[in-house]
């Protein structure tokens, strides 16, 4: 149903900016408090300002990239503007559900919501989380979008939000990637992670060149994917996902001579060749 489905591609969204030290994947601030290239984008987004804490907007812009319009709550850098919205529009709750955004609100003021994230599993001794601008000790000023358990307490309150989806049966399309102007043009699955959207380089080039069997390849030593022999160009940015490699949707466009063109509304991205 369309509340599940809605929750299920917020939370796989969610997912990709939690921060993993292991790979370098994820979201934690770079060069400064409350900073890095992602969380600018996110603050500079909610009409916030370089520097500002983020929790907020991580959850503003995980909603958008995720669920577009279906996503209701307000985009905004303030918790307390989300509590004060959950409030208005009666979808405030005291017990946890999944997909819930989590509130912290100050023990000294009833009004005042200090942080938030979003639940993602709920058990007795408390609700796992992913949440942004925290650490290993749940600050609500840290460092990265990571993944916690915080226990059940009086000072959290939960913004079922999904509440007010119509739960009809209805799925959200995911992004794709459509490739020319033709009547059923090729069209791919796109990855949304490190603040870039990808595309599998294999499929890419496939569905561009009937012989790209022959001429893609990989080499580690050479640094990393080959296009007749020679590796890309270093502009194009490259990653592993599940094994198979990625690149960067818009730069791999302007290599290959391509506009790059998007459609909040169909939900896709489009790569086409210059008029």
Not at 60 to 66: D, H, K, L, P, W
Request: charged share 25%.
């Amino acid at each position: 149903m369309k509340r599940a489905v809605a929750i299920s591609k917020f939370l796989k969204l969610a997912h990709t900016y939690v921060w993993n030290p292991e790979t370098g994947e994820g979201v934690r601030e770079k060069g400064g408090a409350n900073r890095g290239p992602e969380i600018d984008r996110m603050n500079l987004a909610c009409g916030s300002y370089l520097g500002a804490p983020w929790c907020a907007t991580s959850m503003s812009e995980i909603g958008q990239r995720s669920l577009a319009s279906v996503y209701m709550p307000p985009r905004t850098a303030a918790c307390d503007v989300l509590l004060m919205w959950a409030r208005r529009r009666r979808v405030l709750h005291t017990t946890p559900k999944p997909g819930d955004l989590f509130l912290v609100i100050n023990a000294k003021d009833e009004d005042d919501a200090t942080h938030v994230g979003v639940v993602e599993t709920v058990s007795p001794q408390g609700i796992g989380t992913l949440e942004g601008n925290t650490n290993n000790d749940g600050s609500r000023d840290g460092w990265g979008f990571l993944a916690r358990f915080r226990p059940l307490s009086k000072r959290l309150v939960y913004v079922r939000w999904a509440d007010l989806i119509d739960d009809i049966d209805e799925t959200i399309p995911d992004w794709s990637l459509v490739l020319g102007r033709s009547p059923n043009p090729p069209k791919l699955p796109v990855v949304f992670q490190e603040g870039r959207t990808w595309v599998d380089y294999t499929d890419l080039m496939g569905a561009l060149y009937k012989d790209a069997e022959q001429r893609v390849g990989y080499n580690v030593n050479a640094g990393g994917p080959l296009w007749d022999g020679e590796r890309l160009p270093s502009s194009i940015p490259v990653i592993k996902i599940d094994g198979q490699t990625y690149v960067g949707v818009r730069a791999a466009g302007t290599w290959l001579g391509l506009f790059t063109l998007v459609d909040d509304k169909q939900r896709v991205i489009q790569l086409v060749r210059p008029d």
